[in-house]
């Protein structure tokens, strides 16, 4: 970076590995909620909007870290914090129905992880969730959190090395104001 150059160019949120799985969970969810959740639950409004919070603060973190990286950092984690509300939410309705939770030792689990990681999820999802049941994509959206999850988790650490190599904005703007200072002298 020239030293009179302080406002990074981040690349497109809509980029990001992460932004794509969490706009898939979004969906899923805005589509499960009204299918297999009674009108009226409360539980509607909270698994929607922490789907949403998850794929939002991803966008706007990005978009914020040209002027603050601790806002960047924040939001990210605010992203995480939301779909681990929404993980919660959906393990919750896989146990008080008595279904299943397919985890490693599932004879499924494999085959969904495997699939939840594929092209092929973000291609025909749309088409396939009317022939699910709600175990099946209560345990897709589980699987899927847990790996958007990961990766900001990866994100929070570059985040966090971005910042200690570069510092903040603020330490920025002063080194380019210096660097043109001496420059100039």
Not at 23 to 30: G, K, L
Not at 36 to 55: C, P, Y
Not at 90 to 97: G, N, P, S, W
Not at 130 to 135: F, I, R, S, V, Y
Request: aromatic share 10%; glycine share 4%; proline share 3%.
């Amino acid at each position: 970076m020239p030293s009179n150059t302080f406002l990074p160019q981040n690349g497109s949120y809509r980029a990001l590995r992460v932004y794509q799985v969490t706009e898939v969970i979004y969906d899923i969810t805005y589509y499960f909620v009204p299918q297999f959740l009674e009108v009226g639950d409360r539980t509607i409004d909270q698994m929607v909007q922490a789907a949403r919070s998850g794929k939002q603060n991803i966008a706007e973190g990005n978009q914020a870290a040209t002027t603050s990286t601790e806002t960047e950092i924040k939001l990210t984690n605010v992203a995480k914090a939301s779909l681990e509300e929404l993980l919660i939410d959906y393990e919750d309705y896989l146990r008080v129905r008595g279904l299943p939770h397919w985890e490693k030792t599932h004879p499924r689990y494999e085959k969904m992880r495997q699939y939840a990681q594929s092209k092929e999820l973000a291609d025909n999802y749309k088409i396939l969730l009317p022939q699910l049941t709600a175990e099946e994509i209560a345990n897709l959206c589980i699987t899927l959190i847990h790996q958007a999850i990961y990766m900001l988790y990866r994100l929070l650490a570059h985040q966090q090395e971005r910042f200690v190599k570069q510092g903040g904005i603020r330490e920025q703007m002063l080194n380019a104001r210096l660097a043109y200072r001496n420059k100039n002298k």
